[in-house]
């Protein structure tokens, strides 16, 4: 594969990515979410982007919506003010019933069928598809509850936890069965923010009590169809990971820079996880210079990858604007380079 920057790469076939995955001695590392243009980051340079078309992903994501809060038909007004964690969709618990009830049927939502034919494209050019939404039980019940509630409600409320999670997970798994009739993905992709800066939001105890039930039943449905399960979580996950891990989890992302030790983690979980290692956006790309974000690259596969493979590389999350250009051709280039040469030493 030619690497100069005037060249475009090829992207990795579909077998290529899954060796990547199950530690079979892929041939390169997959990109996977590395061009994640974030806020403001087409609006400070438009079709000059474009440029990076030659750095492929080496995943086709599909996305739906699985839960719109305006189109449920709820019996009363739902405040949009105010800050994302702030927000309320279900101030009384007295009106989880109708919440349930209202709930979509993936069987007959018509968003996985609006995807079959870039699917279907997808296999055809021998691609990994991920069927992906973001949010699943912690995210999106902040987004029910608002944050502040949800942290409490674990405390004082925790029949409705789980009747609130049920009812979530039925309706995640459908939707996973429906699109694995008519998208045939390869792996899913979902979020869950479940660390800050420090730590885990909750202890390990309260995730395994009120969360991790039903990340068991989401890994249950996928294996039975051998599906990947791809989770992205910022913050400090360090405590949850072998939980996660049972649950059934396969690949992590990102490995957050300064909330996690990527040696530690990539060496105590590295034979059990693959890492979708994610370069740091709140300082490495965006403060630091071309050479250091090349550096930075080469430390993240020198950690992660292993002779049989367990890495795939990412932006740690949205690249926002105020990055410096250079440092973007910078990441991508050597992740393209190192991420081959790397590979070729356990060819």
Known sequence: MNLQSNKTITPLPCAEVIKAVERRTPSRIPLVRAKWWGEGL?????????????????????????????QMGL???????????????????????????????????????SLAEQAEQAH?????????????????PWSIRGMTNLLM?????????????????????????????????????????????????????????????????????????????????????????PDLIEAGVDVFHPVQKHTMDEVAVAREFGDRLTFLAGIDVQHVLQEQSPDAVRAEVRFLIDTFDRPDGGMCLAAGNGIVAGTPFENIEAFLDEAARYGTAHRQQFA
């Open 42 to 70: 087409w609006e400070q340079y438009g079709e000059r982007l474009n440029a990076f078309d030659r750095y492929p992903e080496d995943v086709v994501q599909l996305w739906i919506e699985p839960l719109d809060y305006d």
């Open 75 to 113: 019996s009363w007004e739902i405040d949009h003010e105010g800050a994302h964690d702030a927000r309320i969709v279900l101030d009384d618990w007295g009106k989880l019933d109708e919440f349930i009830a209202k709930l979509p049927d993936p069987a007959t939502d018509p968003q996985i069928a």
């Open 153 to 241: 409600d674990y405390y004082t409320a925790p029949a409705e936890i789980h009747r609130l999670h049920d009812a979530l997970c039925t309706l995640y798994c459908g939707y996973i069965e429906q699109a694995i009739r008519v998208l045939k993905p390869h792996g899913f992709w979902t979020s869950d923010d479940l660390g800050h800066q420090k730590q885990p939001f909750m202890r390990p105890r309260t995730f395994r009590e009120y969360l991790k039930p039903y990340y068991v039943r989401i890994g249950e449905t996928l294996r039975r169809h051998n599906l990947h399960w791809w989770l992205h979580s910022c913050g400090n996950n360090t405590p949850l990971l």
């Open 124 to 140: 055809a050019q021998d691609r990994y598809v991920l069927f992906s939404f973001w949010r699943l039980f912690f995210e999106r």
